[in-house]
């Protein structure tokens, strides 16, 4: 499983993803490396379809899609916690159910 977190320096909120996103593959029993993809012009985040930070992939495939056209700029994306509240970071619940769903659909 091919497991990145792509980011932007201007983004307060990666280190919390990153920490809750080794939590989670780890409480799954995932054993994958996160690659730290830095997205540094708005030009690389065009060509990396990236919708803000933090973006977190697997195997390619950005595991929270947003809704509708979204600027690939750099931004800081806007969650939803499972209570409906916005957040920089993504749900942990929704974050561990993700890597279940991509974990499961490998086997």
């Given at each position: 499983?091919r497991?990145e977190?792509?980011?932007w320096e201007?983004c307060?909120?990666h280190?919390e993803?990153?920490?809750?996103?080794r939590?989670s593959?780890?409480?799954e029993?995932?054993?994958?490396?996160?690659e730290?993809?830095e997205?540094q012009?708005?030009?690389?985040?065009r060509?990396?379809?990236?919708?803000?930070?933090?973006?977190?992939?697997i195997?390619?495939?950005?595991?929270?899609?947003?809704?509708?056209p979204?600027?690939?700029?750099?931004?800081?994306?806007?969650?939803?916690?499972?209570?409906?509240?916005?957040s920089?970071t993504p749900?942990p619940?929704?974050?561990r159910?993700?890597?279940?769903?991509?974990?499961?659909?490998?086997?």
């Open positions: 499983m497991v977190l792509l980011w201007g307060p909120s280190p993803t990153l920490a809750d996103l939590r593959l780890s409480e029993g995932v054993d994958a490396e996160v730290m993809v997205v012009s708005d030009e690389q985040a060509a990396e379809r990236f919708p803000g930070s933090p973006t977190i992939r195997d390619g495939e950005d595991i929270f899609p947003c809704a509708g979204a600027p690939h700029s750099l931004t800081c994306r806007v969650y939803r916690l499972r209570d409906g509240r916005p920089p749900d619940e929704d974050l159910d993700a890597i279940r769903r991509r974990n499961a659909d490998r086997r």
